[in-house]
C-alpha cells in the first residue's frame, strides 16, 4: 500500500538493499521457501510468460539451462513487495555490473528491479510512476555503477500533474541504491498534430514522443520514438532523441519522412559508434500491408556526440518482394541483423529472417505456427550462438553462425510448466 510519504514524494523506494532471500517457484512443486543458491556463468536470460504471469531462467554461454526459474511471479521474498507481473523486459544496454539482471515491469507495475545471480540478493526495486497513475517503464540503460536511465512510455493527461508525473520521459535512477536522482528530460518538444478519420468525419489529435528502446553509444543515449497519439490511432513520422548523460542535453533526429513508430533502437555488436532502428510502420486498420511496407524500415546510424548519420538502411518498400521483417529487431553486425514478420490471426504464422543489407537479401530461419508467437532473440557475437524463442511450440531454438548463415544446432522444448519462452537477453 503506497504511504503518505510515498505520495508526497511520487517515486517510492520498494525495497532496500536486502541479503540472503529466499525464493519459493509456482511450478517448482515444493511449498517449502528454501535458500537459493547464488548462480556463476549466467550468459542469457530467458524470459518465459503468458502475459499474465512470468518467469526468468539463466542459461549458459552455450545456451544450456542453469536455472529455469531464477525468479517468477510467484516469488515468497520476504520484503519483496513488487513480484514479477506479465509485462516484464530485460534493459537493452547496461555497462558493467556482472552477472545482474535488470529488469523493467512495465504497464501497471512500474517497477525497475535489479537482482543479482551470484549472490542470490535482491539488491532493491524502485517504483517509477506516481500515484496510481502507470508510466509505463519500456527500457533501462545503465550508464555507470550510479547513473542510469528508464524511458517512460505513457502521457499523463492530468492538467494538475507535476512536470516530473507527466511521463513522456527518460528519468535518471541510481542503480546502486535504487533511488531517482531528479534529473528528467522531457520530450514534450516532440508533440505534434496529426488527422485521423473518425465516425465523424476528419480530426486532429496529438501525437506525443512514447519513448520506446534504449541504446548507449560512448556518452550518448539514443532513444527509440513510437510517436504515437494518446489513442494509437495517428502517428508522426519518425524521429530518435540524442541525450547526451552528461549534461543531459537533448537533440532530436530525423529520420525519412515516410517513416513511422520507431521505437525500436539496438546497438550494432563490435562496433562503437553505431545503432540500428527499426521503423516498424503504421496502418489504420491496423495490420494493412501496404500502409506498413509504406511506412517501415531499417536503418543504420553513426552516433557521434549529438550528431548522427544515416549509413545504411533496408526498407520493405524499396522491393515489394521482401517481407515486413521488422520486429524484435536484433542487430549481428554493421549490415545485417534478424527480425520478424508478424503472421496473421488465423491465417499464417510469423517467420523470422536474418537480413543482409549489403544486399537486400532476407533468408528465412523458420516459421512459427501461429502470429505474435515469435520472440525477442540473443545474439552472442564472439561465438556467433543466436537463440530464438517460440511461444506457438514453446521452444527455445539455439543456431550457431557458419559461413554467413546459421545452421540448427537445436530445440530445446519446455514442458516444466505452462509458461513458453517469449524473449532473450544477454547477461554481462
Known amino acids: ?80 513487495v513488487a513480484p514479477l507481473s506479465g509485462d516484464v523486459v530485460l534493459a537493452n544496454a547496461r555497462r558493467g555490473s556482472p552477472g545482474v539482471l535488470n529488469i523493467v515491469d512495465r504497464l501497471g507495475t512500474d517497477v525497475v528491479t535489479r537482482y543479482d545471480l551470484e549472490t542470490a540478493e535482491v539488491i532493491g ?29 505513457s502521457v499523463n493527461l492530468d492538467p494538475n500533474a507535476m512536470p ?28 505534434s498534430t496529426a488527422t485521423v478519420q473518425r465516425d465523424a468525419g476528419p480530426a486532429e489529435v496529438e501525437v506525443y514522443a512514447r519513448p520506446s528502446l534504449l541504446a548507449l553509444i560512448e556518452d550518448t543515449l539514443v532513444v527509440g520514438l513510437t510517436l504515437l497519439s494518446f489513442e494509437f490511432d495517428a502517428a ?9 548523460v552528461d549534461s543531459a542535453q537533448l537533440t532530436p533526429f530525423v529520420l525519412p519522412e515516410a517513416t513511422r513508430n520507431c521505437g525500436s533502437v539496438r546497438a550494432v ?33 553513426r552516433i557521434v556526440g549529438d550528431q548522427a548519420e544515416i549509413v545504411d538502411s533496408w526498407a520493405p518498400r524499396e522491393d515489394m518482394s521482401r517481407p515486413l521483417a521488422l520486429n524484435n529487431l536484433v542487430p549481428l553486425s554493421a549490415t545485417r541483423f534478424i527480425a520478424v514478420e508478424y503472421g496473421t490471426f488465423g491465417e499464417s504464422g510469423d517467420e523470422a529472417f536474418v537480413v543482409d543489407m549489403s544486399t537486400g ?14 520472440g525477442i532473440s540473443a545474439y552472442e557475437p564472439a561465438t556467433g550462438l543466436l537463440l530464438v524463442p517460440d511461444r506457438s511450440r514453446s521452444e527455445l531454438r539455439r543456431y550457431r553462425e557458419t559461413g554467413g548463415g546459421f545452421d540448427l544446432e537445436e530445440t530445446l ?14 547477461v554481462q
Not at 362 to 372: D, G, I, K, Q, V
Open 269 to 301: 555488436p563490435n562496433a562503437t559508434d553505431l545503432v540500428m532502428v527499426a521503423c516498424t510502420g503504421f496502418a489504420r486498420p491496423f495490420g494493412d500491408e501496404p500502409q506498413v511496407r509504406a511506412s517501415s524500415g531499417v536503418y543504420v546510424l
Open 164 to 191: 516530473v508525473d507527466r511521463a513522456n520521459d527518460v528519468v535518471e535512477i541510481d542503480p546502486s541504491n535504487l533511488t531517482v536522482t531528479g534529473r528528467r528530460v522531457s520530450l514534450d518538444i516532440f508533440t
Open 1 to 80: 500500500m503506497e504511504t503518505s510519504t510515498m505520495k508526497q514524494h511520487r517515486y517510492a523506494l520498494l525495497l532496500p538493499v536486502v541479503a540472503g532471500l529466499a525464493f519459493g517457484s509456482v511450478y517448482c512443486g515444493d511449498d517449502d521457501e528454501t535458500l537459493r543458491p547464488g548462480i556463476s556463468g549466467a550468459r542469457f536470460a530467458l524470459i518465459r510468460s503468458d502475459f499474465e504471469s512470468t518467469s526468468i531462467a539463466v542459461l549458459d554461454d552455450v545456451g544450456a539451462i542453469i536455472d529455469s526459474a531464477v525468479l517468477s511471479s510467484a516469488l515468497q521474498a520476504p520484503g519483496l
Open 125 to 153: 526495486q524502485l517504483r517509477v510512476a506516481p500515484g496510481d497513475f502507470s508510466t509505463n517503464p519500456h527500457d533501462l540503460a545503465i550508464v555507470d555503477a550510479s547513473r542510469a536511465w528508464v524511458s517512460r512510455f
Open 236 to 244: 508522426a513520422p519518425g524521429q530518435v532523441a540524442l541525450i547526451d
Open 413 to 426: 522444448t519446455f514442458t516444466d510448466d505452462p509458461l513458453p519462452p517469449v524473449s532473450v537477453y544477454l
Open 361 to 374: 537479401e532476407a533468408t528465412s530461419l523458420f516459421s512459427a505456427e501461429a502470429a505474435f508467437r515469435i
